[in-house]
């Protein structure tokens, strides 16, 4: 059996948008999250190998993911999720940010998803909120963990992981 793992997770949802992922809040997400970090542990780079890791995830509406989409990425709109990585360094091999030690989680960054993108992005692909919800949240946690699709061949390997992670369940 694997060692736990830990996770600091620090969790927001704007209160005047409607999800039953979003309503089940931080307990939800903590387990799925900690599920995912399960299976892709062993894949890490030694650098991101961690007994505890921190991140934040937060469900936003369009105009905040507008406003982070602008100051982050110089793009305009809305976007369906945005992964700010702590380290983005130790994907390369450097040593990870202070805070690694035994007694510290290891930042991994946040993860911004609007809701609003997310539910018409659910309606056009024919599937429920909830499952586009948990399929961004996954791109975004393997954003942090240092994945990346710059061309083809690397974004179908990274959806394909995503497959994978999404079809492990917790109960809301």
């Given at each position: 059996?694997?060692?736990?793992?830990?996770?600091?997770?620090?969790?927001?949802?704007?209160?005047?948008?409607?999800?039953?992922?979003?309503?089940?809040?931080?307990?939800?997400?903590?387990?799925?999250?900690?599920?995912?970090?399960?299976?892709?542990?062993?894949?890490?780079?030694?650098?991101?190998?961690?007994?505890?890791?921190?991140?934040?995830?937060?469900?936003?509406?369009?105009?905040?993911?507008?406003?982070?989409?602008?100051?982050?990425?110089?793009?305009?709109g809305p976007t369906d999720v945005l992964a700010f990585a702590a380290q983005d360094e130790a994907t390369d091999g450097s040593l990870p940010m202070p805070g690694n030690g035994e007694s510290e989680p290891l930042e991994l960054g946040d993860i911004v998803i609007s809701i609003e993108t997310a539910a018409r992005q659910a309606s056009d692909?024919?599937?429920?909120?909830?499952?586009?919800?948990?399929?961004?949240?996954?791109?975004?946690?393997?954003?942090?963990?240092?994945?990346?699709?710059?061309?083809?061949?690397?974004?179908?390997?990274?959806?394909?992981?995503?497959?994978?992670?999404?079809?492990?369940?917790?109960?809301?």
């Open positions: 059996m694997a060692a736990p793992i830990d996770l600091d997770l620090a969790f927001a949802a704007d209160p005047a948008l409607r999800s039953s992922l979003q309503q089940a809040g931080a307990d939800y997400w903590q387990a799925l999250l900690v599920a995912w970090l399960h299976q892709l542990v062993p894949e890490l780079p030694a650098t991101l190998q961690a007994p505890a890791y921190s991140l934040g995830l937060s469900l936003v509406g369009d105009a905040e993911i507008t406003e982070l989409n602008a100051e982050w990425r110089q793009q305009e692909h024919g599937h429920s909120l909830e499952q586009e919800l948990m399929f961004l949240a996954s791109h975004g946690l393997l954003h942090l963990l240092g994945w990346d699709h710059p061309d083809e061949p690397s974004l179908a390997a990274m959806l394909a992981r995503q497959e994978e992670l999404v079809m492990v369940t917790v109960e809301p």
